[in-house]
């Protein structure tokens, strides 16, 4: 017998056949999920039975096809006419009277529950929300939907939306027949997001796949804005074992603009747009509180579908209350086997006319195509860069014929991020204005290689190119980590090989993302009120606390970089500006003194301690305490730069302790740069306080031979590999292991100069940091260095897989 109606207390996941995967998923997640609370908007799916009754009771089936069997399935130069032909046969038909009357007596039990004035009515193909199709977008949705006809012409909508251009051609590339798919709806009660707010989930980083983030963004309003790349959306990246331990998993966010939402409409209109307000774009969409919520929400779902997924969210205005309203399984990273890594890098240093978030990490170059609706389609020839407001399904087969995409708003769940994934085409989105400042014809440049900023430029701007096969690269015994600064760029050097990051630059993370001088915030309440503490005052103020404001900021940075990377060590200098840079910063000419050779003056471990920078130096402190301790990122080390003497180096490591920082407290590791020859002269005695060695090549080598790095005079004279340099790395790499203690370099020599990696393999040294251009190429000089000196038998009896 027939059934034509399922509840969705009834369902799981075995029952996509009768229900389509929307709704089986919805099912599954009520009858299994429910007692973790998590919390899903009730409803009901009809059948896919009910379609195809629907189909046989108005004689459509054999129609629909021989409509369909003339489309050109070469050109496709007909599918518009045949699409529209077949839409307008099924809205032409009617609901049989069985299937009406069910949907109306459930459609009244749901009202009679007092749940919701209206309904979203939602497609459910049999083939949706499978791990290797997903069909997000083909099928079309209602929000909004009042009233039992409204709801009965929303599901015919539904049915013909199995006939939409865009969904034909999905068949057709995903190697469906026609009439193979079948669909079923959701009927499902709204969530009153558009008094509130809504958005996506990946429970893998979406951009490189990162299996350690949670990926969550949304915007103001119903969740189709951020769906349809709409808006520029607020985003948090969250750290799955901090979700795990109940502890502080915010490892980074962003707020983004959010210039308009998608509310309820009135009359025929069932939603419509509205601008948001200046105080709503200046606030971030959820509460720390609610962001840990839907990240241990979507671990639960993730660990339940054993698979990485892709979720929508929506938060009830009007009872504060999160409800989790879809979820499928992400398909782009699940069946990407990446064997290759092409690196870009742009020649030019000419400024980019447009930025926005980078989707991606190539570099094209094309001739701009405005797009503003299907009617443009014809304008677009194979190779060009659509640019657009924002995209939607329809142009699926149009986006096919660019080469990157470019677009106003959206964000990184947009459907334009979604498309240019799945095209393997980069994307630059929520840029603001591209439609503005481009012109249809003009030649433009797109890089996505700079990590999380895609740039625009004009003109065709040269650039380099480099594919690495990952299987090509060697293992080596000799452990092979970054060195970084900028923090949004973590994620993608995740994927390269690598044993983690031997240097992470903070004093990077405080002038670009802090961008205030530490003491400026310490003793905010002196400061004249001028220019700069005006500016101050803007980037601080969500923050009555400005050294929170330190503290958060620079724990998101670490933090993100510990994520993208974890288990693996990520080593975090403390900073190390000089005073001459420090100065540079907000507020900064107030603390800083005048040197007359800031290189050799107060910086790196001396200002730990000092009563200028003491309290500066125990925010630096707080932050890391706070990723280790609050954000379970143990994975931290922290380095202390240009550590002169051994006094010096007890009096930073008991300032550090007076901050809550104690080595070895909480297996916490402290290393200390080898940069100043008194630290190799003496490593004896700096081995007994310090876990590891970083030697810093470029100021070891400038105060062994008394060369300024930055005279061009005598830069000839610089060398790495001078006899005297060589004679204290050897020296220190043999006392260091005397004393069980690590010894790592960070520098360019060992990627450049293959002699002088072969001379670091036979002291014997642990690892290398390299820069994330160099990394590659110093892998294979080391390897062709340990291959000479360490036997074949003992390379390749090393259990250790290094990467």
Not at 284 to 301: P, R, T
Not at 323 to 340: D, G, L, M
Not at 788 to 798: C, G, M, Q, R
Request: proline letters at 3%; a neutral charge; one cysteine or more.
């Amino acid at each position: 017998m027939q059934q034509y109606i399922f509840p969705f207390n009834t369902l799981s996941a075995k029952d996509t056949a009768k229900v389509g995967g929307k709704n089986a998923s919805l099912g599954e997640m009520i009858q299994n999920l429910s007692g973790l609370g998590i919390q899903v908007p009730d409803g009901f799916a009809v059948s896919v039975d009910a379609y195809y009754h629907f189909l046989e009771y108005n004689n459509l089936t054999q129609r629909i096809q021989d409509i369909l069997n003339s489309l050109d399935r070469q050109s496709l130069s007909n599918l518009a006419s045949v699409g529209a032909r077949c839409r307008e046969l099924v809205l032409s038909g009617n609901l049989p009277e069985a299937v009406a009357k069910a949907v109306k007596e459930n459609y009244s039990q749901l009202m009679e529950k007092g749940l919701s004035h209206s309904v979203a009515v939602r497609s459910s193909a049999t083939v949706e929300d499978s791990p290797t199709a997903s069909f997000a977008g083909q099928h079309e949705s209602y929000l909004n939907v009042t009233g039992s006809e409204s709801v009965l012409k929303a599901i015919r909508q539904c049915y013909a939306s199995l006939f939409n251009d865009r969904a034909i051609k999905y068949r057709m590339d995903n190697n469906f027949t026609d009439m193979q798919v079948g669909l079923s709806v959701a009927v499902q009660r709204m969530v009153r997001s558009d008094i509130g707010s809504a958005g996506v989930i990946f429970t893998i980083e979406p951009e490189n796949g990162n299996k350690n983030i949670i990926y969550i963004t949304g915007a103001w309003g119903l969740g189709e804005s951020v769906v349809q790349g709409a808006v520029n959306t607020d985003e948090y990246y969250l750290f799955k074992n901090g979700i795990e331990y109940n502890r502080e998993c915010i490892v980074y966010r962003s707020l983004g603009s959010k210039e308009q939402m998608l509310v309820y409409g009135e009359g025929e209109n069932n939603t419509m747009w509205r601008t948001t307000t200046p105080s709503l774009r200046d606030q971030f969409i959820l509460s720390d509180e609610e962001v840990h919520l839907l990240g241990k929400w979507s671990l639960q779902i993730e660990k339940h579908y054993r698979m990485p997924m892709d979720i929508e969210w929506a938060k009830d205005g009007a009872t504060n209350k999160l409800y989790i309203v879809q979820a499928r399984p992400e398909t782009v990273h699940t069946n990407r086997k990446s064997i290759a890594i092409t690196e870009y890098k742009m020649i030019s240093e000419q400024p980019p006319i447009l930025v926005g978030k980078a989707v991606g990490r190539s570099i094209v170059t094309g001739n701009v195509a405005i797009v503003k609706s299907l009617a443009d389609s014809a304008n677009v020839k194979q190779g060009d860069i659509i640019v657009a407001d924002i995209t939607n399904p329809d142009w699926n087969a149009l986006l096919k014929k660019a080469v990157c995409i470019v677009t106003n708003k959206g964000g990184r769940t947009s459907h334009a991020s979604i498309v240019a994934r799945e095209l393997g085409i980069p994307a630059v989105v929520g840029t603001m204005n591209a439609t503005e400042k481009l012109t249809d014809g003009q030649r433009i440049t797109v890089s996505c290689a700079g990590g999380d900023e895609g740039c625009v430029y004009n003109g065709h701007i040269p650039w380099h190119e480099k594919t690495i096969e990952l299987q090509s690269i060697p293992k080596i015994r000799t452990g092979a980590m970054f060195i970084l600064a900028d923090p949004l760029k973590a994620l993608h050097y995740a994927t390269y090989p690598n044993t983690g990051v031997g240097l992470l630059r903070m004093e990077f993370m405080i002038s670009n993302t802090i961008q205030v001088h530490p003491m400026a915030l310490v003793k905010y309440s002196d400061l004249p009120g001028d220019t700069e503490k005006k500016q101050i005052d803007a980037l601080t103020r969500r923050y009555a606390d400005k050294k929170q404001f330190f503290i958060d900021k620079l724990a998101e940075s670490i933090g993100l970089v510990a994520a993208a990377f974890y288990p693996k060590d990520v080593i975090v200098r403390m900073s190390d500006f000089k005073t001459n840079e420090y100065m540079k910063l907000l507020g900064g000419k107030y603390f800083e003194p005048e040197e007359e050779n800031p290189m050799l003056g107060f910086r790196g471990a001396s200002r730990y301690y000092h009563e200028r920078y003491r309290e500066g130096f125990g925010l630096e402190c707080a932050a890391v305490k706070k990723v280790r301790e609050e954000m379970l990122l143990t994975n931290v080390k922290v380095m202390i730069p240009f550590c002169r003497t051994v006094a010096e180096a007890q009096q930073v490591l008991q300032t550090m302790e007076n901050f809550g920082l104690k080595r070895k407290q909480n297996n916490l590791d402290v290393y200390v740069m080898a940069e100043v020859p008194s630290n190799i002269l003496l490593a004896s005695e700096f081995a007994q306080l310090f876990d590891g060695f970083s030697i810093g090549s470029n100021d070891l080598t400038q105060l062994t031979l008394g060369i300024d790095r930055d005279s061009a005079i005598v830069s000839g004279l610089f060398d790495e590999s001078n006899a005297a340099v060589k004679m204290l790395i050897q020296n220190l790499i043999d006392v260091a292991h005397q004393k069980g203690v690590k010894v790592g370099l960070c520098g360019q020599a060992p990627s450049d100069y293959p002699d002088f990696a072969r001379f670091l393999v036979s002291c014997g040294i642990d690892s290398v940091s390299f820069n994330p251009d160099a990394i590659v190429r110093g892998i294979q000089n080391i390897s062709e260095a340990e291959v000479k000196i360490k036997p074949l038998l003992e390379v390749a009896s090393d259990t250790q897989n290094r990467y």
